[in-house]
Nanobody, 125 residues
Framework: QVELVESGGGSVEVGGSLRLSCKAS????????IAWFRQAPGKEREGVAF????????YYADSVKGRFAISQDGVHESVYLQMNSLKVEDTAMYYC??????????????????WGQGTQVTVSS
């Protein structure tokens, strides 16, 4: 059973930083695609950042490139999202998602089998 538990959300001012954690319980025999998504009220859930096999591949949404960094302790360990220079538009519920293997379209939320419950990030001016 794959389980994902997010933590690290909170309220910060514009320009501040937060580090989100996704504690992942993964089957040790497989490699996983893991991504961070976010969903603001009234908006679609969108892909933010992606990592595969401990960092063999990483991808980012254009809106967060240069500000966010995704990392993983090891191939089967927790995933982190370091968020710097936060903007008001980064305010959303952030979710961790996973699927076995290398996913083709990393930002497509429908490709992922496992989801966490989310952690709220609020950025105020």
């Amino acid at each position: 059973q794959v389980e994902l538990v997010e933590s690290g959300g909170g309220s910060v001012e514009v320009g501040g930083s937060l580090r989100l954690s996704c504690k992942a319980s993964l089957w040790k025999h497989n490699l996983y695609s893991i991504a961070w998504f976010r969903q603001a009220p009234g908006k679609e859930r969108e892909g933010v950042a992606f990592i595969y096999a401990g960092g063999r591949y990483t991808y980012y949404a254009d809106s967060v490139k240069g500000r966010f960094a995704i990392s993983q302790d090891g191939v089967h360990e927790s995933v982190y999202l370091q968020m710097n220079s936060l903007k008001v538009e980064d305010t959303a519920m952030y979710y961790c998602a996973a699927i076995e293997g290398l996913v083709g379209a990393w930002a497509d939320k429908n490709r992922y089998d496992y989801w966490g419950q989310g952690t709220q990030v609020t950025v105020s001016s």
